[in-house]
């Protein structure tokens, strides 16, 4: 009975002494080490912050406005849609960004997204001049007024229509 209540209390104290979020490696030759909390802190500088959020709204502005050019509605509507995703992504991660941004959500989005659904050029056309003013609009509000959007002059993509 002795013997059973020590080896009961040894094993507890083993229990207890592990530490609960022990240092690991994992990924390819073990590259993402450390605790839970180290390994997601590495993580989240990989997925970075606006700028890396920017990037892919900056790809994504270049793809929608060749789409309405070729009048390729959906693919326009898509690209529309993955640009708000990306910009929610990024106001997630860097929540100070949100205030200048709101108008740009709750506004501009959504003129851009009656003007694709028109299907109409001359409408895309004049709602994709005040989408590439109110991108600016933001940079001056968050102080990056040198990073000037312009309307795209080369496609930076092969994606077009079907020949
Ligand atoms: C919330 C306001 C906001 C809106 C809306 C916005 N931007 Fe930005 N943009 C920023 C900020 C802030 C930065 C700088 C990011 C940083 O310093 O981390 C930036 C950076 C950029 C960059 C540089 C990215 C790099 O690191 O190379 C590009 C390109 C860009 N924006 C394009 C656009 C385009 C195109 C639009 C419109 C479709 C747009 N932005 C809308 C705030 C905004």
């Known amino acids: 009975m002795k013997i059973i209540a020590v080896t009961a209390l040894l094993a507890l104290l083993i229990i207890q002494c592990a530490p609960s979020d022990p240092e690991t490696s994992v990924g390819k030759e073990g590259w993402l080490s450390g ?18 959020a920017m990037t892919e709204v ?5 793809q929608l406005y060749w789409a309405g050019e ?21 106001f997630q991660r860097r929540p100070l960004r949100a205030a200048s941004g709101e108008h740009f959500m709750e506004v501009v989005m959504p003129e851009m997204e ?11 056309d004049n709602a994709f001049e005040l989408f590439t003013a109110q991108c600016n609009n933001c940079h001056a509000l ?19 229509l079907i020949q």
């Open 58 to 62: 900056s790809y994504r502005y270049n």
């Open 70 to 90: 070729d009048e390729n509605w959906d693919y326009a509507a898509y690209q529309l849609e993955e640009m708000e995703e990306a910009l929610q992504d990024g």
């Open 114 to 124: 009656n003007a694709i659904s028109s299907r109409d050029k001359s409408n895309f």
């Open 35 to 52: 605790t839970s909390d180290q390994k997601f802190e590495t993580i989240t500088t990989h997925i970075g912050g606006f700028a890396r």
């Open 142 to 160: 968050e102080e990056v007024s040198f990073i000037q959007v312009n309307k795209p002059i080369n496609r930076n993509s092969n994606i077009g």
